[in-house]
């Protein structure tokens, strides 16, 4: 004992001093030896205890819930169910009051008297009430929640009650509520986290890649709520079976239906309508999930938009439309042996067609221009789970896959009826870009004991990318193909296989210690890149719901995405690394301390460092679609960032009212050589401050109520800083040899790349669900206002030259707005057997 | 349709792409009302001098400077001619520079010296104005490039535009120091025009917008001057294969194709090569966004750059 008392007082401040100041690699190696050291002490102590097993199921589909918390409060035991909910606790002979919950379900109370080795089951109640009323806007309050280790955790229940847009709750929308996330502007696509830029953050959804996340320029999701059960957020440590990425993972975890009786619903949104149906095929064994989005935007848009040309005298019609088809299935085999399977297909359309005439009296003019886009994501995903003795065994194949097709058409005809000829002018650019994707994974789950935890495996991903394949035709006024130039860029193969462990030690309750790490290889174009991937956390709880943590790690990037990120995503261009263009890689380093009070309040502050390497940035003057140069002679390898801030949560959890609070003070720069004179700018998403506050009250069973406020720096933009004479002011030599005076044309000069910060982002949207619970149907109406202020936030900025009454002529910066305030109401009907 | 025309046309509709989205949006979310004048403070940085001047041997030097202004500022340029301009030659001063207003109205006008400039010569300017203060910058002043042989293997004809004009030009780089080159072609023609009184009369012109074409140096741009260093010349005779399309029009009295070949200063190159890929003034649209242009103009604008020029005469018509 006494050996034991003194690692207790040297090996914890030791443990996390280690982190702060032994460079990284010494850092890994030196964990290593403590946590062996610490270890072998705590064996010897354990003995004379009894063994608590057990496992956690829900209450109704028998399934098992992965990672429930179990806690005591009076001895200070917390700990969690492993992935296929079994959980063992070695404990003193003593009587223990166990709360037991997790996100989603009831928490239950159970005393255990432990006198000998018991083994039990514990049953979850989904987190619903307990007046009858089974329908999701009936259920208690619930938000965002983070975990210890600083994972936030939404499910299908924290979004059911935010306000909806457009009759719609997204889960990505409230996934921008969280803490250390946030948007880049109005109708910016994906999201930010901590610095990062969108393509830095992996969106699983049953572990396939997810490659475009946004429908209608980034506000709506491709998820649909029925089609997920949760969405995990990692920020701080990535656990190390993922790979692949930069700063996040967002994985989400599909819905495979209901295994005791069959439910389904229908809505009708103001531009979407859905159905979704799911239930057991065979009852506790295999259950279906199937939902089906489509929006009907184009039905509005075209009128409208038809109208509107007809009012500016052209001819001309826009449509946008999207679908998403969502299917699960899961059987379990035996006790032992689940599968699984999931889909998702997803496509957008956006056409655009107009023309004008200009009729005169010696000629006709006629100018026609066409567009249509067309960008679709799809997902496969197999999954086995099997368990073979203690360990935990899930196997996954997945399939990926990401298309942006372009077509454009333009067509002029040019009539003079003087000279009696006619000119016809008639060309079509057609681009494409595609990627897919095959994975395989391996995760093995070992529990050693009580105190030490395995999990180790590999995954091996194969891509396959086109790069913007140009095809242009010419025609003639007959339709007959005159001329055709194409320019394709070689298909790109690219693999990556990693292994990777990490070794979870957990002491006493007191203290966790995450170590691990991945060996990544990736090959792409005859090119072979190595990395090791160290990863560490530590989490220590020094008193009863409080945990201080940890943890450092290293990411990196086989891919980038080019993009501007604003609503065009014609430019949006996934490309493979290569040795030209190396995969980007960062380090992390992160620290935080959380307080859980029982009465279900959280609260939480987080700071993090991240340092970037071999970003990836357009050349100056290149143009992607266009310039017929291999891409990776346009882009620019050299790219550093820095982001660091502060991330401040608070959650009220419990109760008729629920509440949380965000804010995050953080700052993201980037460094190129080649770009700014080489000085350091600031990122395009640096924002300073980022606030997000969610209220939600629920009154009596039929109505709730929800308030989110978002507010944000604004994005950057470069503006000019002053002007001068160009060349063409000395215009050419007389005859004599001396300069003439020339135009007055004039080249503008910036002191700064994003030198300027727009005005603020913030809008308050409110909303109500009403629900009318029927024995078998229910009625679900939310009325919901966006931007109730009717804040007009900057989407883009352009210039517009004006004349002011002096006839001096002057330029005007202009801002595009999407989002005045908006109404909107849902109805859903939804049924149960 | 040639390629250069092709690429236009390509690039105007692709502009056209930000209008499309910008109604896109208006009609999907019925934003008419969604625009609104947007005030910007910025522009604030430090006026200042702005220095044009090149450098020809056997030419005097001619200076000219005005004042930077703020972005949004649509006035005329406003030249400076209270600056008091010292010129050095290899170190050594030679003089303070008049100023030579030629035009009144404007203001234009520039500083000159009163000697020839020469070849392998380095030349300094130090301008100082009491508001503004010092500006300077330094440039060498090449010699000609060596010319060891050119031949013309094909003209190019208006009248069959697939029929390419086709040079070689063969040079001796000098390994004693960094040489940079350009090429270029162009004509010299006689062309009709009207005078006031109706008459109709003939008066030399230039068509410079003639772009050549060569493996040694990817011209994707279309510019009408071929820069290439002379990195991996190592001193010895490099041969270059031109192609040019036709430009010229049968009505013209009397062409004259010229080609140039020019051996310029370190600053000359710097200057031009980093205007060639420029694209349209966007706001922060990716690869579209602005960089500033690198000069030797210390605490100011502008260049301060020389060139020598060797040129050769075709007679077409």
Known sequence: MRYFKLNKKLTFPFCILVIHLIPLKSCFFIII?????????????????????????????????????????????????????????????????????????????????????????????????????????????????????????????????????????????????????????????????????????????????????????????????????????????????????????????????????????????????????????????????????????????????????????????????????????????????????????????????????????????????????????????????????????????????????????????????????????????????????????????????????????????????????????????????????????????????????????????????????????????????????????????????????????????????????????????????????????????????????????????????????????????????????AWDDQLLNSGTGRAYGVEFFFAKTKGQFTAWFKYNLGWSTRNYPELNDGKTFYYKYDRRHDVSIVLQYKLKKHFDFSVAWTYGTGWRMTTPSSKYASDNTLYNYDEANEPLSGNQSMITYWNARNNYVLPSYHHLDIGMNYVKKGKRVTHQLNISVYNVYNNLNVFSVFRQSDVDGDGNRYRKYKQLSLFPVLPSFGYTISFEK | MNSLHLYKHIEFNFRKRKSTLFIFCALLFFLNGCQKDLELKYGVSEIKQVIIANLSPGSNLYVNISKSKHPEDFGAVNFLMNCKVDVYEDGVFKETMPFILKDTLSGFGYYTSSFKLQQNRTYKIVSTHAELGIAEATEYLPPNPQLVNFALIQHADSAHPNLTGKYIIALQDSAGWKNYYYFAAFYKILKPTVNSSGDTIYKYDFIWNIPSYTPEIPNISNYNRSFITDAGFDGQQKTFNFDFPSQYNTIYKEILLIIEISNTGKNYYDWNIQQIPLGTDYLNEGQYERINLKSNIINGYGHFTANSSTYIGIPIK
Not at chain 1, 589 to 616: C, E, V, W
Request: glycine content about 6%; aromatic content about 14%; charged content about 20%.
């Open chain 1, 33 to 629: 030896v403590i946590l062996t050291f610490v270890s072998g002490s705590s064996i010897s102590v354990a003995q004379n205890q009894y063994l608590l097993k057990g496992k956690i199921t829900e209450q109704k589909t028998k399934e098992p819930i992965p990672f429930a918390n179990i806690y005591d409060s009076v001895f200070n035991i917390h700990s969690t169910s492993d992935s296929n909910g079994y959980f063992e606790l070695q404990l003193k002979e003593a009587v223990y009051n166990f709360e037991i919950s997790s996100v989603g379900y009831q928490p239950l109370y159970k005393e255990v008297r432990l006198l000998k080795n018991m083994e039990v089951q514990i049953q979850l109640k989904q987190d619903i009430q307990l007046d009858e009323i089974t329908v999701t806007t009936e259920k208690i309050s619930k938000t965002a929640e983070v975990n210890t280790s600083g994972m936030t955790t939404l499910t299908s229940i924290s979004v059911e009650r935010l306000p909806a847009f457009f009759g719609e709750k997204d889960i990505l929308k409230a996934v921008l509520l969280t803490s250390g996330v946030q948007s880049g502007q109005e109708g910016a696509r994906g999201i930010f986290v901590r610095g990062g830029s969108p393509d830095q953050n992996l969106v699983l959804f049953h572990n396939a890649p997810v490659y475009n996340v946004a429908h209608i320029y980034g506000f709506l999701s491709v998820f649909t709520m029925e089609s997920l059960n949760k969405l995990d957020i990692y920020k701080s440590y990535i656990p190390v079976q993922y790979g692949g990425r930069l700063s996040s993972v967002l994985n989400v975890e599909p819905n495979f239906g209901n295994t005791q009786h069959w439910k389904g619903d229908f809505s009708l949104g103001a531009i979407t309508s859905k159905f979704h149906i799911e239930g057991p095929l065979k009852k506790d064994r295999t259950s279906m999930n199937f939902s089906i989005r489509d929006c009907h935007a184009g039905l509005f848009t075209a009128p409208i938009s038809r109208r509107q040309f007809k009012d500016e005298t052209k001819n001309g019609t826009l449509k946008y439309f999207f679908y998403d088809i969502n299917g699960a299935i899961q059987h379990k085999i035996n006790e032992k042996n689940t599968l699984a399977w999931s889909f998702y297909a997803g496509s957008d359309f956006y056409t655009f067609g107009q023309s004008q005439d200009y009729p005169r009296v010696k000629n006709f003019y006629r100018e026609v221009n066409k567009k249509k886009l067309t960008w679709m994501n799809m997902t496969n995903s197999i999954e086995w789970k099997t368990q073979l003795k203690k360990i935990n065994i899930t196997n996954f194949y997945n399939y990926s896959f990401y298309k942006l097709d372009s077509r454009q058409k333009s067509e002029t005809v040019y009539r003079d009826y003087v000279k009696y000829t006619t000119n016809f002018n008639n060309i079509q650019y057609n681009t494409a870009s595609k990627i897919s994707e095959n994975g395989w994974q391996t995760i093995i789950d070992q529990p050693i004991s009580k105190i030490h935890h395995l999990n180790y495996g590999a995954k091996l991903s194969q891509r396959t990318f086109t790069v913007n394949t140009v095809n242009i035709i010419f025609k003639d006024s007959l339709g007959n193909i005159t001329g055709r130039d194409t320019f394709i860029n070689p298909k790109i193969n690219a693999v990556d296989f990693y292994v990777y462990a990490d070794y979870l030690f957990s002491w006493k309750e007191k203290l966790e210690i995450k170590t691990g790490g991945q060996l990544f290889l990736y090959h792409a174009k005859g090119k072979t890149f190595f990395y090791p991937q160290p990863r560490a956390e530590i989490i220590y709880h020094p008193i009863t719901g409080m945990s201080i943590r940890t943890s450092v790690m290293r990411t990196v990037q086989p891919m980038h995405l080019l993009t501007n990120n604003t609503g065009d995503i014609q430019n949006d261009v996934w490309v493979p690394a290569t040795a030209k263009i190396e995969p980007e890689t960062a380090w992390q380093y992160s620290g935080g301390i959380q307080y859980d009070h029982p009465k279900g309040y959280t609260a939480s502050i987080d700071a993090y460092y991240k340092s970037m390497h071999h970003l990836s940035e357009y050349k100056y003057g290149t143009n992607f679609i266009l310039d017929k140069i």
